[in-house]
């Protein structure tokens, strides 16, 4: 009997261990199954423990997470005093760190082993760059106040200009004159870091090279888009081999030729794109081997529909199915190929339809609950559509155009097989 309950002991303890080792929810042994008063007190010892444990870890996870301001363990929880004195010494580190950051050099630490010299070397290194930067800061003031004599002549000569002129510091990239503020040339202010950036990568773009040259960029920000053209011209200014900048804010003849050219790639009646942007796109997508899958749409009855009812019901049930196509994936592009003709182009799978046929049905279907009715009386006509689908992957060793023309034949012997759903 003795035997059984030693067995019994032992294994509520070992499963109380293993529970506290692997993070059970179970972290108590019952006491009153114990029957041996040795037993109890070993496992009230052991529970003890135990919970010294559990809080002993928790705190060390918040340690290794950098939640410094975490509850700590029990007072008499010696298991965790090593990691009591290590949150003790994070706390006071944190505190210097943010004392350094500030500016405040003469801390220093001496009770970290190699991480006080490290931290420390680094804190001599910053106090030494404090210093030389306020020397240099003096060099700078009164090499400005040079160049301030210079460019308040250089400032009545370009003054009027309608060009902005920036004369760029190849070494630092600080600007050394300008005709005007960065501010009065942005359109938005958050646009100035990039301008700055950008004008020093091109002064320093050519190294030793003292061509001049042309260069165009673009700013962009939430609020503004901006074109700009820049001439630089290496040039000798003072003591500094500087880069004469002049920007011309093209951003008007940018725009319009945008306008232009988007009126050029857009089908007026509906507002997609055209036959010419389907088809460059296609090219495009064939040489950067993109895979993508080609839809080709025919609409049904659209003769039928400007005889009987007129070119203005029919170039309604045109924008119609033109706006309905427009629904098939935001990763479609739509374009309008002429008469009763669209194309689909889907770069990629819409994953809320990644069956393309069970897509297309859905969109018909949709098209079919547009069509022109009075009410309480069946539709005028049927509007719907046939269409055929042609997947292009790295396999596919066809043409443009004869993934077109495959198409076109897909929609053709859909249209046959589903001649008796249309109805007049």
Not at 17 to 44: C, M
Not at 151 to 158: G, K
Not at 226 to 254: G, N, R
Request: net charge negative; hydrophobic share 40%.
């Amino acid at each position: 009997m003795a035997q059984e309950f030693s067995n019994k002991a032992l294994q509520a303890y070992y499963d109380y261990l293993r529970d506290i080792i692997f993070g059970s929810e179970r972290y108590s042994i019952d006491l009153d199954a114990l029957e041996d008063e040795e037993f109890k007190l070993f496992g009230e010892a052991l529970m003890q423990f135990g919970k010294m444990a559990i809080e002993t870890r928790i705190f060390a996870l918040c340690l290794s997470r950098g939640e410094l301001d975490c509850s700590q363990p029990s007072t008499g929880n010696e298991l965790a005093a090593p990691l009591r004195s290590l949150h003790a010494t994070l706390k006071h580190l944190t505190w210097q760190t943010k004392q350094i950051s500030g500016g405040d050099y003469d801390q220093h630490v001496d009770f970290m082993g190699e991480f006080s010299d490290a931290f420390n070397e680094m804190i001599a290194q910053l106090a030494e760059r404090r210093r030389e930067m306020e020397v240099e800061a003096e060099h700078n003031k009164e090499r400005m106040d040079e160049l301030a004599k210079a460019n308040s002549i250089f400032e009545a000569i370009t003054g009027n200009m309608e060009e902005w002129i920036v004369m760029v510091d190849r070494a630092s990239g600080k600007h050394l004159f300008s005709n005007r503020s960065t501010g009065s040339v942005l359109t938005d202010s958050g646009l100035e870091y990039q301008m700055n950036n950008i004008i020093f990568e091109y002064a320093n773009a050519n190294g030793d090279d003292e061509t001049p040259r042309k260069e165009e960029f673009s700013l962009i920000s939430d609020y503004a888009l901006q074109f700009f053209e820049i001439m630089l011209y290496p040039i000798k200014w003072f003591e500094y081999d500087a880069v004469a900048c002049v920007l011309t804010d093209v951003t008007a003849s940018k725009e319009e030729f945008s306008r232009l050219e988007n009126a050029a790639y857009k089908d007026v009646m509906t507002g997609v794109f055209n036959r010419l942007y389907g088809m460059r796109l296609l090219d495009q997508y064939k040489t950067e081997k993109t895979p993508f899958e080609l839809i080709f749409i025919d609409m049904d009855m659209l003769k039928y529909v400007n005889d009987v009812f007129g070119h203005a019901e029919g170039d309604a049930y045109i924008k119609s199915v033109a706006d309905i196509l427009q629904e098939v994936s935001p990763m479609a592009t739509v374009c309008r190929l002429g008469g009763d003709e669209f194309m689909v182009i889907l770069r990629e799978v819409d994953k809320r339809h990644p069956d393309t046929h069970e897509l297309l049905e859905i969109i018909r279907t949709d098209l079919s609950l547009t069509s022109v009715r009075n009410e309480g009386e069946p539709p005028l006509y049927q509007r719907s559509i046939s269409y055929g689908i042609i997947k292009n992957d790295e396999r596919c060793e066809l043409s443009t155009s004869e993934i077109l023309a495959a198409a076109d034949e897909r929609m053709y012997e859909y249209k046959k097989a589903h001649k008796q759903d249309r109805r007049v």
